[in-house]
């Protein structure tokens, strides 16, 4: 016979995660998939508010949006391993009017654990947060009488304790650079709940499996190289780098400060800096200019047969 509940002891909410739509700046990154889905160094964007939720005991989360997206999300997020979360499309008959719910947003990252958030979220008085739709998330007290609008940056007529979130636990992600700014923070492990997985070679390189690479070729700073990556003997890596996996880079090519999405082939004598590459477009950050290869020969998208083939020694 199983053991009663104890009367003061809290249940956790029902989790609702609402697939928001995309914001139009991101569109050069999404490739017909949502932003739940970008590359996050090595791990899916969205698997990141999974994780947090699974370490409090959340076993089931409903994905709430356009059904193409849901079922997307579902499929591409089915193999993770999450401690044991159900997905499931959401419907309004699942959850009974009198049962508490947690909605949280594809849209932001959040780094923090979410425990107190959605037990908060019962109670009544400075610490209710009320967190539905497209309205503002997170709030920060800066003195007695106002508080901060964490997502918005701006003042909140919200009053909040001075308990709650901080400035940078929160990322909303409208925007590549803002894509970009998080990725390198999860490289440099400067996120306070999550780091790179993988085997770790030395300080300065973290790597999948099958990963052909020269020491020639690390003068980075800090680099991610994914499963099934091959870099020539005559390429470099600097600055802050991600390679995802299944990426092969030619002859005398340089990468700087960029990320690389997966299945992606970088031909010779390229110069990349401070740029997300993806398919056959570079998106050059600094100058926020979209440049679409149609050669090839230079930048493209691998195909299947010949990932995992290495040209070179």
């Known amino acids: 016979m199983a053991g009663k509940k104890k009367c003061n002891e809290k249940v956790l909410p029902q989790v609702v995660i609402k697939i928001e739509a995309e914001y139009p700046a991101l569109e050069p990154l999404l490739l017909n998939s949502p932003s739940a889905l970008l590359p996050l160094v090595s791990r899916p964007f ?5 994780e947090l939720l699974s370490r409090v005991g959340v076993k089931q989360v409903f994905l709430w949006g356009s059904p193409s997206s849901v079922t997307l999300i579902i499929r591409a997020l089915r193999s993770q391993s999450f401690s044991g979360i159900k997905l499931r499309p ?23 654990s979410v425990q107190k958030l959605m037990f908060d979220c019962q109670e009544n008085g400075k610490n209710k947060i009320h967190y539905f739709e497209a309205k ?3 709030y920060q007290a800066n003195n007695k009488d106002a508080c901060f609008d964490v997502l918005h940056n701006k003042p909140s007529i ?14 909303l992600l409208d925007s590549p ?27 300065q390189l973290v790597k999948g499996i099958n990963v052909a690479v020269k020491k020639s070729s690390l003068n980075q700073r ?45 031909g010779r004598n390229l110069m990349i ?6 398919n056959n477009k570079v998106l050059f950050l600094d100058q926020d200019e979209l440049i679409d290869f149609s050669d090839n020969a230079m930048i493209s998208p691998l195909r299947k047969k010949t990932r995992r083939t290495v040209f070179w020694i």
């Open 46 to 50: 969205l698997s990141c508010l999974l």
């Open 90 to 112: 959401f419907y309004y008959p699942d959850i009974p009017s009198n049962e508490p719910v947690s909605v949280f947003r594809s849209d932001v990252f959040y780094d923090f």
């Open 136 to 138: 503002a998330v997170f």
């Open 158 to 171: 919200q009053s909040w304790s001075r308990e709650m979130i901080t400035l940078g636990q929160v990322y």
């Open 177 to 203: 650079k803002v894509f970009f700014e998080l990725s390198m923070r999860l490289l440099n492990n400067k996120l306070t709940h999550f780091s790179v997985d993988y085997f770790q070679q030395g300080n």
């Open 222 to 266: 800090m680099a991610y190289l994914g499963d099934n990556t091959s870099i020539h003997s005559s390429s470099q890596l600097r600055g802050d780098v991600v390679l995802c996996q299944d990426v092969l880079v030619d002859k005398n090519t340089t990468i700087e400060d960029s990320i690389i999405f997966p299945n992606t082939y970088l």
């Open 273 to 278: 800096k401070k740029a997300i590459v993806l």
